[in-house]
């Protein structure tokens, strides 16, 4: 929780601030996805994030200097800079659910996406990144941008010893790559994902098995790319074919390679490819991070 202190406002300041019937706090609330509340001289903002509530409190100062303290100047403060992407639909979930950005750099992911071949996401866990990628590699298909959706990963344990996996290969492989499945599973269904995947529309397989391929009319996404070494990502990035695009996600503080014996293909690339203009790094941080407020304290201890 943060807050906001308004002691320098009048009585009658603060009454227009919270507006007729708290229409102007139940806007802002709506608007920030939180709780917004009024306590004598402060504004209390109910929740932990913090770079959301930096977003409220410089949305507020500008509505304060602008000495209009009214529903239609703080929706138009609002609307005018740059908190202006929590209204924009990123896409629709299988359910019908809306999805939004629920932060700036999701919001700037997106649209580096759909107007770049090639995007590194780079960033902590629970930012959002795959299943923003999906997102959009699932809506390139549908307007038949692309033909099809390949989403892949290194099979590097994390940090552990599985052994031997029973089972065909498939059985082997899928628990790397399940949580691609749920993104997809979230966005089309089970049901449309197993049938796209029976007729090799979209493909989830392991980096290994990308060697040796053009991938045309495609719409690839690596996933925890931070466990890719140099030779394997320079493998990745040149099977881009003709109307293609590529998505590179990963965190380099969550790297599972002997790091004596290699370097992640990951950090490798943003050394040598972040000057080229037609590829976009989107830089992800702590404050990005989108699920349980307790996750972004775990890893801010952690580091």
């Known amino acids: 929780m943060y807050t906001f202190d308004i002691s320098k406002l009048t009585s009658e300041e603060i009454k227009e601030l919270a507006g007729v019937n708290d229409e102007n706090l139940k806007f802002l609330s709506e608007t920030y996805r939180t709780d917004i509340v009024l306590r ?8 932990d994030d ?7 409190k410089s949305h507020l100062e500008r509505v304060i200097a602008n000495e209009d303290i009214s529903y239609d100047s703080i929706k138009q403060s609002y609307k005018d800079k740059d908190c202006f992407f929590l209204d924009k639909v990123l896409g629709y979930t299988f359910s019908g659910k809306p999805v939004k950005p629920r932060t700036l750099n999701q919001y700037k992911l997106s649209e580096a996406i759909r107007n770049s071949e090639l995007v590194f996401a780079i960033g902590p866990a629970g930012t959002g990144k795959t299943y923003i990628a999906i997102l959009e590699a699932v809506k390139a298909y549908k307007e038949g941008q692309v033909k099809k959706i390949i989403l892949t990963r290194p099979a590097v344990e994390a940090g552990e010893s599985l052994g031997f996996l029973p089972g065909d290969l498939k059985e082997k492989i899928d628990p790397y790559l399940m949580p691609l499945y749920d993104s997809l599973y979230d966005i089309m269904g089970q049901e449309t994902t197993e049938k796209l995947i029976e007729k090799e529309v979209i493909e989830v397989l392991p980096l290994a098995y990308m060697r040796g391929r053009t991938l045309n ?4 996404i690596l996933d925890e790319s931070q466990n890719t070494t140099k030779s394997q990502m320079l493998m990745f990035l040149t099977r881009l074919g003709k109307d293609s695009k590529m998505v590179v996600n990963g965190d380099v503080t969550q790297i599972d390679l002997n790091i004596a014996k290699n370097k992640s ?10 000057r080229v203009k037609k590829i976009k790094f989107i830089e992800f941080t702590n404050n990005d991070i989108v699920r349980n407020p307790l996750v972004q304290m775990i890893i801010e201890n952690f580091e």
Do not use: P, Q, R, T
Request: glycine letters at 4%; hydrophobic letters at 50%; aromatic letters at 14%.
């Open 217 to 220: 009319e495609a719409f690839v």
């Open 265 to 274: 293909g990951l950090i490798v690339a943003k050394e040598k490819l972040a």
């Open 50 to 56: 913090e770079e959301l509530f930096k977003k409220f």
């Open 40 to 47: 004598d001289n402060e504004i209390k903002f109910l929740s």
